[in-house]
């Protein structure tokens, strides 16, 4: 047996073993602090690499894209600003990417569009949080329809 193929299943061996252990040293701040000063050094350190993966993992892209969305609308929106994850508030992102499937061949020339305007929902209620960022709430829309239905100027 290869040393890789050896360190898989040892791996996978120990991780059912100590499963809560691992879950509970990685929910701690220590841990969170240190992974996100890792994840942004490999941004820094990497850009070609994330370009790349930002182009080719439409679905990468599109959960950033509304991970950032539901940060700054919280934000935006509320007294009090983003105080809890978005699990808390029910949003799942695997179920808005299902939504919004297929993937048109030029993702990059639609916008994700809310068919119940967000500016509608009160952000200081959980529940109405989660009804905004419902999967149904979800189309992909061209972004010149998007930027006239929400009247944008173009240039």
Known sequence: ????????????????????EIKKSQDSPEFKKKNRIRQREWKKNNPEK??????????GNLVEHLRNR???????????GKIMGSRKYGINYKAIINH?????????????HHIKPLFTFDF???EEIKKAFAPENHQLMLIEEHRKLNHFHTN
């Open 70 to 80: 539901v940060y700054a609308i919280l934000k935006l929106y509320t007294k009090t």
């Open 1 to 20: 047996m290869e040393a890789k193929e050896y360190m898989k299943k040892y791996n996978k061996k120990y991780y059912q073993e100590h499963k809560e």
């Open 124 to 126: 200081n209620d959980s």
């Open 50 to 59: 994330l370009k790349i993966q930002r182009r080719e993992y439409k679905r």
């Open 100 to 112: 919004l499937r297929p993937f048109p061949e030029n993702l990059s020339a639609y916008h994700i």
